[in-house]
């Protein structure tokens, strides 16, 4: 029996960030990753409204970063993929007094200013991090550099959807099987809150990729195809 794999991407990348992934996936997984934008308005809350439509009960629903953000609170707003994998996934993006598994403030805003200010040089500022600590770095970094969403001016509306979101009162109403899968080194999204996340979805299950950094599924494709292999497999006899 094949499956259908919905990817969502990460924030500063398109479809392209999934290609060594698809590559690795066996003939019983099939991937379809679109190229999504965010609304105008940088409401993180119409972003998911428009996406949630798109999601079919037959398919398995896969974000990473942003992406798993945005998967994250599409289930939770009622959409009902087969199953849920979130790949380098927090519930917020930006730490605060009762939710230290973020990136601070000062760094956060810091980030939003110099892309206002200075988008490429900043962004390539993030397109290190995402390499960061990765035993593969230089290979995950040239992988994502060759993703790169085109358009810079359009990330600005995505970057005040990422900040500005907080899906933490929303993760109980997650009941769809869920494996979350999580770099050891990952420098934006701290493992802890993966850890959370895994604590508080029934039934979820966590996967840690200890020598990759925030892009699991660009480090070892090879691995993360097996993980998702063995957690979709059975789902056709539930």
Do not use: Y
Not at 12 to 21: D, M, S, V
Not at 164 to 177: A, F
């Amino acid at each position: 029996m094949s499956h259908e794999i919905l990817a969502w991407h990460g924030w500063g990348f398109g479809p392209a960030a999934f290609a060594p992934l698809c590559e690795a996936l066996p003939p019983t997984l099939r991937l379809a990753a679109p190229e999504l934008a965010a609304p105008a308005s940088g409401s993180f809350d119409e972003w998911v409204s428009a996406l949630t439509a798109t999601v079919h009960p037959h398919q398995i629903l896969l974000g990473w970063s942003l992406g798993a953000q945005l998967a994250l609170a599409a289930v939770a707003a009622g959409a009902r993929p087969r199953a849920l994998v979130l790949i380098a996934a927090t519930p917020r993006f930006v730490a605060s007094p009762d939710w230290p598994h973020a990136l601070d403030h000062k760094t956060v805003e810091s980030f939003r200013n110099g892309f206002a200010t200075q988008p490429e040089q900043t962004l390539q500022r993030f397109l290190a991090l995402q390499a960061l600590g990765d035993r593969q770095r230089r290979a995950v970094t040239a992988t994502l550099a060759a993703a790169r969403t085109p358009s810079i001016m359009a990330l600005a509306p995505a970057l005040d959807a990422l900040i500005g979101c907080d899906l933490r009162d929303r993760v109980g109403e997650v009941s769809v099987p869920t494996l979350l899968l999580h770099g050891g080194h990952d420098a934006l999204m701290p493992r802890s809150a993966a850890i959370w996340l895994a604590d508080r979805m029934p039934g979820a299950r966590l996967e840690t990729f200890a020598d990759c950094g925030h892009a699991p599924h660009v480090s070892e494709p090879a691995a993360v195809s097996r993980a998702l292999n063995d957690f979709i497999g059975p789902l056709a006899d539930a």
